[in-house]
């Protein structure tokens, strides 16, 4: 294995002296949402015990409530490369997307078009779909197949003058897939659309730099990278600007809390700081908070890619199972879907959820992936993901349930 500090990693995390059957449990269930760290739970704690409250109150619990929000924006944006009034929270990345969707489609005109991609979960589809509706027109460029790609060729034929709106996944939760999204965002920008990202597998394997890939809307759920269910977007400012957010009268006009309605989840937000500050901790002796953030990042992807590469090897070794997207060596996320000869996505988890590992079957939101691969009548996919507390013994202790049930 590659210089990395796993036992240090893994002693922050609780959950993982979880015991199935006298096995300790494996978690590979981490792009459905990773376990999260003693920090986490601490800092959800403490708001409870000493923040507690609403905003704009004049009392000590109120102004430490909205130095837990100005704290949890700060860190967001140096996550991602932002400024701190460009981010936003709200209940879930879903939420947030239909709430944007909704909002852009009162710029849209009859005929105007918006492009979506196959590769896409649910939640980067059907809120883009709705604005059919207002006599939008939703194109959905295709797959490449095996390796389960947007095809970039079909992206640019279907681009003109009238597309409005590119909104793409930047990795596929289900398929590990990455997108170019640098050559994507170039694309759009040469006939000024909006590019709007589902970020949320690709933030907790990659590091991101949104003034790079020049994107207007970016969207991820802390979650997904070791804090509370919560969801962020991040809005370019002068697009957040011109944004006609749906609001209450009392709301503030700006952003980022044009979007953000009602009381927000304030001990998430509270959680989703203690996140950053792990991810920061890992590979720590930077110049700043965002370069320790980068460290900790590259950090993670080259022992999660190290591991996935083991973990799809094996997998590739077995006779009657079936891996679906990029090869291991290839530019991908530490997510692998499989399937496995004369047994069910089901049948598989509940066996190696017996022994203590734990997977995911189904097909994660993204029903039109699994459609198109032909596998939505039989149950979809075995998801597993690897994250930055997995242990090569989990991985092949995987590899043998795997290779006994089939």
């Given at each position: 294995?590659?210089?990395?500090?796993?036992?240090?990693?893994?002693?922050?995390?609780?959950?993982?002296?979880?015991?199935?059957?006298?096995?300790?449990?494996?978690?590979?269930?981490?792009?459905?949402?990773?376990?999260?760290?003693?920090?986490?739970?601490?800092?959800?704690?403490?708001?409870?015990?000493?923040?507690?409250?609403?905003?704009?109150?004049?009392?000590?619990?109120?102004?430490?409530?909205?130095?837990?929000?100005?704290?949890?924006?700060?860190?967001?944006?140096?996550?991602?490369?932002?400024?701190?009034?460009?981010?936003?929270?709200?209940?879930?990345?879903?939420?947030?997307?239909?709430?944007?969707?909704?909002?852009?489609?009162?710029?849209?005109?009859?005929?105007?078009?918006?492009?979506?991609?196959?590769?896409?979960?649910?939640?980067?589809?059907?809120?883009?779909?709705?604005?059919r509706e207002h006599g939008a027109v939703v194109r959905s460029i295709p797959?490449?197949?095996?390796?389960?790609?947007?095809?970039?060729?079909?992206?640019?034929?279907?681009?003109?003058?009238?597309?409005?709106?590119?909104?793409?996944?930047?990795?596929?939760?289900?398929?590990?897939?990455?997108?170019?999204?640098?050559?994507?965002?170039?694309?759009?920008?040469?006939?000024?659309?909006?590019?709007?990202?589902?970020?949320?597998?690709?933030?907790?394997?990659?590091?991101?730099d949104v003034r790079e890939v020049q994107c207007d809307f970016l969207l991820?759920?802390?979650?997904?990278?070791?804090?509370?269910?919560?969801?962020?977007?991040?809005?370019?400012?002068?697009?957040?600007?011109?944004?006609?957010?749906?609001?209450?009268?009392?709301?503030?006009a700006g952003p980022p809390e044009k979007i953000e309605t009602g009381t927000?989840?304030?001990?998430?937000?509270?959680?989703?700081?203690?996140?950053?500050?792990?991810?920061?901790?890992?590979?720590?002796?930077?110049?700043?908070?965002?370069?320790?953030?980068?460290?900790?990042?590259?950090?993670?992807?080259?022992?999660?890619?190290?591991?996935?590469?083991?973990?799809?090897?094996?997998?590739?070794?077995?006779?009657?199972?079936?891996?679906?997207?990029?090869?291991?060596?290839?530019?991908?996320?530490?997510?692998?879907?499989?399937?496995?000869?004369?047994?069910?996505?089901?049948?598989?988890?509940?066996?190696?959820?017996?022994?203590?590992?734990?997977?995911?079957?189904?097909?994660?939101?993204?029903?039109?992936?699994?459609?198109?691969?032909?596998?939505?009548?039989?149950?979809?996919?075995?998801?597993?993901?690897?994250?930055?507390?997995?242990?090569?013994?989990?991985?092949?202790?995987?590899?043998?349930?795997?290779?006994?049930?089939?």
């Amino acid at each position: 294995m590659t210089e990395f500090a796993l036992q240090h990693v893994r002693g922050q995390f609780p959950a993982l002296d979880l015991s199935v059957g006298g096995r300790s449990a494996a978690y590979f269930d981490g792009p459905g949402g990773t376990q999260v760290p003693q920090r986490v739970l601490t800092a959800v704690t403490e708001y409870y015990t000493d923040s507690n409250a609403n905003r704009h109150g004049a009392f000590i619990t109120s102004e430490r409530t909205e130095h837990v929000i100005r704290t949890g924006r700060e860190k967001m944006a140096a996550l991602l490369g932002a400024d701190p009034d460009e981010i936003a929270f709200g209940a879930n990345m879903t939420t947030l997307n239909f709430s944007l969707a909704r909002a852009l489609g009162h710029t849209l005109h009859p005929g105007d078009e918006i492009i979506i991609t196959d590769m896409d979960h649910e939640a980067n589809r059907d809120p883009w779909l709705d604005l059919r509706e207002h006599g939008a027109v939703v194109r959905s460029i295709p797959m490449r197949m095996p390796d389960c790609r947007v095809d970039l060729d079909a992206l640019r034929a279907q681009l003109n003058h009238r597309t409005q709106i590119v909104a793409i996944g930047w990795a596929s939760n289900l398929s590990g897939a990455i997108v170019d999204l640098a050559e994507v965002g170039r694309l759009a920008r040469e006939v000024d659309a909006t590019l709007v990202v589902d970020a949320v597998h690709h933030v907790p394997h990659r590091p991101v730099d949104v003034r790079e890939v020049q994107c207007d809307f970016l969207l991820c759920s802390p979650y997904k990278f070791f804090g509370p269910h919560l969801g962020v977007l991040y809005g370019r400012r002068d697009a957040f600007d011109r944004l006609p957010a749906h609001r209450a009268r009392p709301q503030r006009a700006g952003p980022p809390e044009k979007i953000e309605t009602g009381t927000a989840n304030h001990e998430g937000i509270a959680g989703t700081a203690a996140a950053c500050d792990f991810i920061a901790d890992i590979d720590g002796g930077g110049d700043s908070y965002r370069e320790n953030l980068l460290r900790g990042m590259r950090a993670v992807a080259g022992y999660e890619d190290e591991l996935n590469r083991r973990l799809m090897r094996g997998l590739s070794d077995m006779d009657g199972v079936q891996i679906y997207g990029p090869a291991a060596d290839d530019e991908r996320t530490p997510t692998v879907s499989f399937t496995v000869r004369d047994r069910s996505p089901r049948e598989v988890a509940e066996f190696l959820a017996a022994q203590g590992i734990f997977v995911g079957d189904g097909h994660f939101y993204a029903l039109t992936v699994v459609e198109k691969l032909g596998l939505a009548a039989s149950g979809g996919v075995v998801r597993a993901g690897i994250a930055p507390y997995t242990a090569a013994e989990e991985v092949d202790a995987l590899l043998q349930g795997v290779d006994d049930i089939r």
